[in-house]
């Protein structure tokens, strides 16, 4: 993969192979995701403890500071500009804002939480790698480091390999590389993820066609957008320079910062009555307005950036604005062609006073936990009964779901002495929805089956009974492995032969 063609046709395949699990509904499991980004910290971290610990010397750290082989202005500038993109993706933590269960609270942190780790990790890999390969003076004079040849492209490698550790050396070489590998993959993953998000919202608000905001009715993804953007992003691959990939990275990064730190300026400035959770600290306050210190250093320090971008990267230069030259006016197009300003956000549509028609099922099946929102969905599936089908027949199934392990038989097991906590539990969970079917004139047929998997489970027994809609409640705090509603729930909603209603736990 180091060499061309290969590098590009695996970035190519890498790119598919992501915008098909997007576009098919079928993400990179948040736990993966969490215990790979863990383990790349903590290996990058091992890798501070163990230089700290068998490469540390001061007299070598003191010896690669020279003050008379300081690079030249224009160099620091350059490297300054490139650090830049090792802050690229600090974004995600936005674009992922709406999974948040508390955002006033647990954003804050991880952005705080992110920038510390970055800080520490960057400087301490920093301090080691030039322990592990410190400053000579080659043959012509000129002051050089491994770093710089045979590393430029893998300083975590070169650590690794100067480390004192005799037969660990390879092993370790493996896992940083699979590591890194890994780490890539999913951060291209919350890039596709994100720039779906966008697109959705872009075309919610009338700034891009509607067609890139189009949800695919089985997976809920924008599949157009995934689809065009993944496309644009194979053909920036195609030339094979990962130079002129980072400085285009950086050039756009840069420029999306510069202009959301003015936009929390000018918010402070236009909307201040605007609920706020969490405030940027150090504010001024200037004719009766707030004026965020940090976000306006923050304009000024990537604006900087981005025009030092300009000067020295030659190829983000031109392939940049470019860049943003095809998007404004496509912008402007777009909407000219839709009489739309450019700067106002088209109007929302009055509600319709159409009369929404009744809703009624005379067979409804409902999975039940003994949880509350179980018990709610009950009750709303009994108001959802016409008065001509209360009688004798019961017209709402009461479905509780056992799951066993593998080492039991699926079916056809005695629920009370295999597992009779779980039992007693379900038959305490059916009684109460019995009751409650009482209470509003419905009968209720309460049972309870074993199974491997309950989404299954229950998507069967709808064939089964020929019920007119499934009625699933979903709870607040769901697990990470979950996709959306939570694994059964999203199980039915894409297997189940039948109308499948949920609700969301209502507030404690």
Not at 121 to 138: C, H, K, N
Not at 225 to 249: H, K, S, T
Not at 359 to 367: F, K, Q, R, S
Not at 438 to 460: M, P, Q
Request: charged share 15%.
């Amino acid at each position: 993969m180091r060499r061309n063609p290969w590098d590009i046709i695996g970035g190519i395949a890498i790119i598919a192979i992501l915008c098909t699990l997007n576009i098919v509904g079928i993400r990179l499991a948040s736990m993966v995701n969490i215990f790979m980004a863990f383990a790349d910290l903590a290996i990058q971290v091992l890798l501070i403890v163990l230089g700290v610990v068998l490469l540390f010397n001061v007299h070598t750290f003191i010896s690669n500071i020279s003050w008379e082989a300081l690079p030249t202005g224009g160099n620091i500038i350059y490297g300054f500009t490139l650090a830049m993109v090792a802050y690229a993706g600090i974004e995600t933590i936005s674009n992922m804002a709406e999974e948040t269960k508390n955002p006033s609270h647990g954003i804050p942190r991880a952005a705080g939480g992110l920038v510390a780790a970055l800080l520490i990790v960057y400087l301490g890999i920093t301090i080691i790698s030039m322990e592990a390969m410190p400053v000579y003076q080659d043959a012509s004079g000129s002051y050089t480091t491994a770093l710089a040849d045979e590393y430029s492209g893998d300083p975590i490698l070169g650590i690794v390999d100067n480390l004192p550790i005799g037969f660990l050396i390879e092993p370790l070489r493996i896992v940083v590389g699979i590591l890194a590998a890994t780490i890539l993959i999913i951060a291209a993953n919350a890039g596709i993820i994100g720039i779906s998000r966008m697109q959705y919202s872009l075309a919610t608000h009338g700034q891009v066609p509607q067609i890139l905001g189009r949800l695919s009715s089985r997976t809920l993804m924008p599949v157009v957008a995934i689809a065009v953007f993944g496309a644009l992003a194979a053909l920036v691959v195609v030339p094979g320079e990962g130079q002129i990939l980072a400085d285009m990275y950086a050039y756009g990064v840069l420029l999306a910062f510069t202009v959301a730190h003015l936009s929390i300026i000018a918010l402070r400035w236009r909307r201040p009555d605007l609920e706020r959770p969490f405030k940027v600290p150090l504010t001024l306050r200037l004719g009766g307005h707030e004026v965020p210190i940090l976000a306006v250093l923050a304009v000024l320090g990537t604006l900087f950036a981005w025009v030092m971008i300009l000067i020295y990267h030659i190829e983000a230069r031109y392939v940049g604005t470019a860049w943003m030259v095809i998007g404004i006016v496509g912008y402007v197009l777009y909407r000219r062609h839709q009489g739309l300003s450019l700067t106002e956000a088209p109007e929302e549509a009055a509600p319709t006073t159409q009369e929404v028609p009744k809703v009624e099922y005379a067979d409804i099946l409902v999975p039940v936990t003994g949880s509350r929102v179980s018990e709610e969905m009950i009750a709303t599936a009994a108001k959802l009964v016409p008065d001509s089908e209360r009688g004798e027949k019961p017209v709402i199934h009461a479905l509780d779901v056992i799951e066993v392990p593998e080492n039991l038989p699926p079916h056809n097991i005695n629920l009370e002495e295999v597992v009779p906590e779980k039992y007693k539990q379900a038959q305490e969970a059916l009684d109460e929805a019995c009751q409650i079917g009482e209470v509003h004139g419905v009968k209720v047929e309460g049972y309870t089956i074993s199974a491997r998997n309950a989404g299954r489970a229950i998507v069967e027994e709808a064939q089964r009974l020929g019920v007119e809609v499934v009625m699933m409640g979903v709870p607040r705090k769901r697990s990470l492995r979950d996709q959306i509603f939570g694994s059964n729930v999203d199980y039915v909603l894409k297997h189940c032969p039948c109308k499948v209603h949920i609700t969301l736990e209502p507030e404690s």
